[in-house]
């Protein structure tokens, strides 16, 4: 009787350490889902052009690094910030190169076309550093800390906090500066803001560039925790696809929830149920919020004030 | 101050505009009237850069500047009031007026003295500062009408093209927005191209007025003698139906 009840007890609390552990590591990945998604959606209200490609800048943004830091022998503070500017390089190319010159510019030739640039880059990824998937090493050892009976690695508090720092900074750039402002100006109404001198093609630049600065921002703090490839690109960039779905495609915090939601769902559903089905998930949510409710899970306070 | 030289302007295949020509002098008051479609709208377009002429020139204070973008139009101290406000609705009052000082900003002009022309625009209408904090997007169509205006003004332009700024408002509104562009041309000694559909008030604003027909350009002369034609009594005024029915 008494070591049935012990196991009984001693299940229940495994039940909550491990739902805790599920937690954490579901809030760091939603974290670099979120990075993505508000990537998205950056492109989105300035353009209406869903980025397929932007999975690909988090790639840039893992490879790059590691290409700094073990072909250049860079150290790591030099070559975060190194990778950065590549892969922002790159996401003013690829607005320059393959959005701009498009006569017909239809919704659907800028998706087909970012599609194309997507695939593009990732053969060149792959051609230039091959199959094999990388690690890069954590930015601060992975001695694990435990909190409530759950461990998580530095590299988690690393996501978190870089997270948070960006997700302030863009608030600001978006809120208080003029430049910010001007951009914002350009998604609500694209006429006005020309009447008032603000160069529309370049807002739709900067915001590629910003959009490929986040992404591989976040595809560099993820890579010591899940390693790097050519190919990580898609499902980290359809998961952030996801998590900007869920916000309703606004680049405010209603896409950073949505990417905490998606991650923690994840990370429960393949923890508690198998995690064969850890994409899955994250697909059926994004189906379900588009038959449910395609104006994102908080949509309706936004339509409300436009 | 302002000149069009026998402006042609295409959509498409639509000829909308042909060989327009008409000047503005300095500190002028200027109005177009027209039916809708008849081109007025495009006329502001045509000189503000966004949609360039096919034919002709425009010259703006001696200097060509037909082919020039819209920004760069701003800049030479050119600025456009559009059709229906357009503001940025969801942005606050205070930012849609810092937005029309965007190039003055970029320009890394002294913020003191765009501080200063704000304002101004707060002197001129007393209720934008009332709402500074308030979204554009939640205001009345006179309010918005008031921060289409003001925004325009942040620019600090020698001429100010406006369009349509009665629709929609009351006469009383109406009033106190054309009071305002008066006191603009008095004091800023701003220059004013004014295109209504609204004659009548427009006619008793302006000094001159053009009077436009699919694209064309068929009348022209000073407000009191458009007042007094009766073509255009006919067809703007609506006087001369109510005189008959009056007999």
């Known amino acids: ?306 | 101050m302002l000149r069009l030289k026998n402006i042609n302007t295409y959509y498409g295949k639509v000829h909308a505009l042909k060989n327009v020509s008409l000047h503005l002098g300095e500190g002028e008051i200027v109005t177009l009237i027209g039916a809708n479609g008849a081109g007025k709208t495009t006329i502001l377009n045509t000189i503000s850069g966004v949609t360039p002429a096919g034919g002709g020139e425009v010259l703006f204070r001696k200097e060509p500047v037909t082919t020039l973008t819209p920004d760069r139009i701003v800049k030479y101290g050119i600025s456009q009031v559009p059709e229906g406000r357009q503001v940025f609705k969801p942005l606050s009052v205070e930012d849609n007026l810092e937005l029309g000082a965007y190039l003055r900003y970029r320009s890394r002009e002294d913020r003191s003295a765009i501080r200063r022309d704000m304002a101004q625009v707060f002197t001129l209408f007393p209720r934008l500062e009332e709402r500074r904090r308030q979204l554009a997007g939640t205001m009345s169509g006179g309010e918005q009408q008031m921060l289409a205006i003001g925004r325009a003004l942040m620019a600090n332009p020698k001429l100010l093209l406006l369009d349509e700024p009665s629709m929609g408002l009351a006469p009383l509104v109406v009033q106190e927005i054309f009071r305002v562009l008066e006191r603009l041309r008095r004091e800023n000694g701003v220059t004013v191209l004014l295109v209504e559909q609204n004659a009548k008030a427009a006619l008793k604003l302006a000094d001159r007025g053009y009077v436009l027909e699919t694209g064309k350009i068929i009348l022209e002369g000073p407000s009191e003698e458009l007042r007094e034609n009766a073509e255009v009594k006919r067809a703007y005024l609506g006087k001369d139906k109510k005189e008959i029915w009056e007999r």
């Open chain 1, 1 to 306: 009787m008494k070591v049935r009840e012990f196991l009984c007890k001693k299940r229940k609390t495994m039940q909550f350490e491990q739902i805790l552990q599920y937690t954490f590591s579901g809030l760091s990945t939603g974290a670099i889902y979120a990075l993505i998604g508000i990537g998205f959606s950056i492109i989105f209200t300035a353009t209406g052009i869903i980025n397929f490609a932007q999975g690909e800048f988090v790639m840039l943004g893992g490879m790059l690094t590691l290409f700094f830091l073990e072909v250049l022998k860079l150290p790591l503070w030099a070559a975060i910030p190194s990778a950065v500017a590549v892969s922002a390089l790159a996401g003013l190319l690829f607005e320059r190169l393959a959005i701009r010159p498009l006569r017909q510019p239809t919704p659907l030739n800028l998706v087909i076309v970012t599609i194309a640039g997507s695939i593009l880059i990732r053969g060149l990824a792959m051609l230039l550093w091959g199959k094999d998937t990388h690690a890069i090493p954590p930015f601060t050892g992975d001695e694990p800390i435990s909190i409530a009976g759950a461990t998580i690695l530095p590299q988690h508090i690393w996501i978190l906090a870089i997270t948070l720092l960006i997700i302030a900074v863009n608030k600001f750039f978006f809120y208080h500066t003029i430049s910010g402002k001007a951009m914002r100006a350009c998604s609500y109404n694209r006429r006005a803001a020309g009447l008032v001198g603000i160069d529309v093609h370049r807002m739709v630049l900067f915001s590629f560039v910003i959009s490929s600065v986040l992404g591989s921002l976040a595809g560099i703090i993820v890579a010591p925790l899940t390693m790097t490839a050519y190919d990580v690109g898609i499902m980290l960039g359809l998961k952030g696809f996801c998590a900007a779905i869920i916000g309703g495609m606004s680049s405010g915090m209603a896409t950073v929830v949505g990417g905490l939601i998606l991650g923690v769902l994840e990370s429960l559903g393949a923890g508690l149920i198998s995690s064969g089905y850890k994409d899955a998930i994250a697909f059926i949510i994004l189906l379900l919020i588009l038959f449910i409710r395609p104006q994102g899970l908080f949509g309706k306070a936004e339509s409300e004030r436009v």
